[in-house]
Nanobody, 122 residues
Framework: QVQLVESGGGLVQAGGSLRLSCAAS????????MGWFRQAPGKEREFVAG????????AYADSVKGRFTISRDSTTNTVYLQMNSLKPEDTAVYYC???????????????WGQGTQVTVSS
């Protein structure tokens, strides 16, 4: 089993930045591909960013490309999402997940955390 705990969410003004962290425990996630997805009230789950097990291959939703950066630190089993130039439409609960699929842009994961709220005010 893998346990994932997200942190770093909060309230920020439009144009601001936040850095989300996802700490993994239990089974090592070094062989798992990791990703972030988000869900706003009344909306479908949306893929945000993904990174493969090596950290060399990444993927981003068009809506966040150029503003968000996903990274991972295998020594600490932590995945990060640096979010810059935030917009009100980025407001959502952000979740991290672990999976073994070769496709990075999925929104269904083998393991996922409880989520962290990100609110961007205009």
């Amino acid at each position: 089993q893998v346990q994932l705990v997200e942190s770093g969410g909060g309230l920020v003004q439009a144009g601001g930045s936040l850095r989300l962290s996802c700490a993994a425990s239990g089974r090592p996630v070094s062989n798992y591909n990791m990703g972030w997805f988000r869900q706003a009230p009344g909306k479908e789950r949306e893929f945000v960013a993904g990174i493969d097990w090596s950290g060399y291959r990444t993927a981003y939703a068009d809506s966040v490309k150029g503003r968000f950066t996903i990274s991972r630190d295998s020594t600490t089993n932590t995945v990060y999402l640096q979010m810059n130039s935030l917009k009100p439409e980025d407001t959502a609960v952000y979740y991290c997940g672990a999976h073994l699929s070769a496709v990075l842009t999925i929104t269904r994961y083998d393991y996922w955390g409880q989520g962290t709220q990100v609110t961007v005010s205009s």
